[in-house]
């Protein structure tokens, strides 16, 4: 069965670049969320778009902005890198116009800014 | 959405059942409760979910006390590759999406 397409896999950037992560969803699926996971942490909720309106939004900082696309593709743009920016940023995909659907995880895309 | 409960770690035989506690008491009626599982640096995986009633799948089975308030997930003959940090999770369902949080979870080591 399909599932989440992140890329890239890896990145690496330095501080104050900016940095753009794609998130694929499962077809058919109507929503995307995103996650970051800091070294030894549990994954926290950033945002989330439903039918490419946002729906829902974590603790995400200023610098960070994303969107769903007429494809239902989701990106993530993150600015003014800083070191602690450095994490796993999952996005997961779900079917929400059923009630209940689970989400489902992609394997995410880990950054590393030096 | 309601907290949850679990023991920070906990082992178990390889071949053997694996039962994983959770508490929820404060869990609401349109609440459901969700396992996820998390093998070291991958995605979390989508494990099983239930409102009420107890839930098997190919991979799990879940059993919801009466009153809701907790929960346990099932690994009928756990292997090595069950090891894994396993989260539960309560849920509010909305039309429009809602997200998961994430809590400390249980880190399951399955030994030979």
């Known amino acids: 069965a399909a599932g989440v397409i992140q890329s890239p896999r890896h990145l690496i950037k330095e501080k104050r670049e900016t940095a753009t992560l794609k998130c694929y969803p499962i077809p058919r699926h109507d929503t995307v969320y995103w996650y970051q996971q800091g070294p030894g942490q549990d994954p926290q909720f950033l945002i989330s778009?439903?039918?490419?309106?946002?729906?829902d939004k974590g603790s995400i900082p200023d610098r960070f902005s994303a969107q769903q696309f007429s494809d239902y593709h989701s990106e993530l743009n993150m600015s003014s890198l800083e070191l602690g920016d450095s994490a796993l940023y999952f996005c997961a995909s779900s079917l929400d116009s059923r009630g209940g659907s689970p989400l489902h995880f992609g394997n995410g895309t880990r950054l590393t800014v030096t | 959405d309601a907290k949850t409960t679990q023991p920070p770690s906990m082992d178990c035989a390889e071949g053997r059942a694996a039962n994983l506690p959770c508490n929820h008491s404060?869990?609401?009626?349109?609440?459901?409760v969700y396992w996820y599982r998390q093998i070291h640096s991958q995605g979390p995986q989508y494990i099983i979910h239930g409102l009420k009633n107890n839930e098997t799948n190919e991979m799990a089975s879940l059993i919801i006390t009466e009153d809701r308030k907790s929960s346990t997930l099932i690994l009928p003959h756990a292997t090595l590759r069950d090891t894994a940090v396993y989260y539960c999770i309560v849920r509010v369902v909305l039309a429009s999406g809602s997200r998961l949080t994430f809590g400390e979870g249980t880190q399951l080591t399955v030994n030979p």
């Open positions: 778009f439903y039918e490419k309106m946002q729906s």
């Open positions: 404060t869990i609401s009626g349109n609440e459901y």
